[in-house]
Antibody, heavy 121, light 110 residues
Framework: EVQLVQSGAEVKKPGESLKISCKGS????????IGWVRQMPGKGLEWMAI????????TYSPSFQGQVTISADKSISTAYLQWASLKASDTAMYYC??????????????WGQGTLVTVSS | QSVLTQPPSASGTPGQRVTISCSGS????????VYWYQQLPGTAPKLLIY???QRPPGVPDRFSGSKSGTSASLAISGLRAEDEADYYC???????????FGGGTKLTVL
């Protein structure tokens, strides 16, 4: 069974750094891209970035380029999303999801449970 | 403001058929398959429809999708209380080399 398990909720202050994780199991983690999706409180889904764990090739949405960094360690089947300096506007639920297909067939077939990040002074 | 346009809300009574629309452009829906995700309250999204009209294993055939030109729609027949959720459409956008989502439609079962 394919599973993506994310790290727990975080409460941080503005300016602090943070790295959250997403561990895959039940499939060949290195061979499927992992995507990150943001959902701000009461709002919709926003695609942030994807990474191919086998070679760490990344693609960022222009809206998130330079704001976050994604990485992956295929040896432990884990992807990461990190911030160097958090802002209050980063408060949101963050989901990782397994990305299948390419180009116009791209979609997310399995999702993590989400990690709630709260940034408040 | 989301790239794909959905009505913010929809509603129906048990047993009814409801449809949710999703409008885009030639740079996304017009040149891509459309996908639908269901997000039940307090849970992660779940893939509901892929490649315009295909259902993953386990998704009831009460759910169906269609696409025409730069628009798509999700239909739910025989509405049930457990269908109350947020529904999101999505498509590939070449300009982004990434995925664009609709703003979501909150479905209420009256």
């Amino acid at each position: 069974e394919v599973q993506l398990v994310q790290s727990g909720a975080e409460v941080k202050k503005p300016g602090e750094s943070l790295k959250i994780s997403c561990k895959g199991s039940g499939y060949s983690f290195a061979n499927y891209r992992i995507g990150w999706v943001r959902q701000m409180p009461g709002k919709g889904l926003e695609w942030m970035a994807i990474i191919y764990p086998d070679d760490s090739d990344t693609t960022y949405s222009p809206s998130f380029q330079g704001q976050v960094t994604i990485s992956a360690d295929k040896s432990i089947s884990t992807a990461y999303l990190q911030w160097a300096s958090l802002k209050a506007s980063d408060t949101a639920m963050y989901y990782c999801a397994r990305h299948v297909g390419s180009g116009t067939t791209t979609h997310f077939d399995h999702w993590g449970q989400g990690t709630l990040v709260t940034v408040s002074s | 403001q989301s790239v794909l346009t959905q009505p913010p809300s929809a509603s129906g009574t048990p047993g009814q058929r409801v449809t949710i629309s999703c409008s885009g452009s030639s740079s996304n829906i017009g040149n891509s398959y459309v996908y639908w995700y269901q997000q039940l309250p307090g849970t992660a999204p779940k893939l509901l429809i892929y490649r315009n009209n295909q259902r993953p294993p386990g998704v009831p055939d009460r759910f169906s999708g269609s696409k025409s030109g730069t628009s798509a729609s999700l239909a739910i027949s025989g509405l049930r209380a457990e269908d109350e959720a947020d529904y999101y459409c999505a498509a590939w956008a070449d300009s982004l080399s990434g995925v664009v989502f609709g703003g979501g439609t909150k479905l209420t079962v009256l």
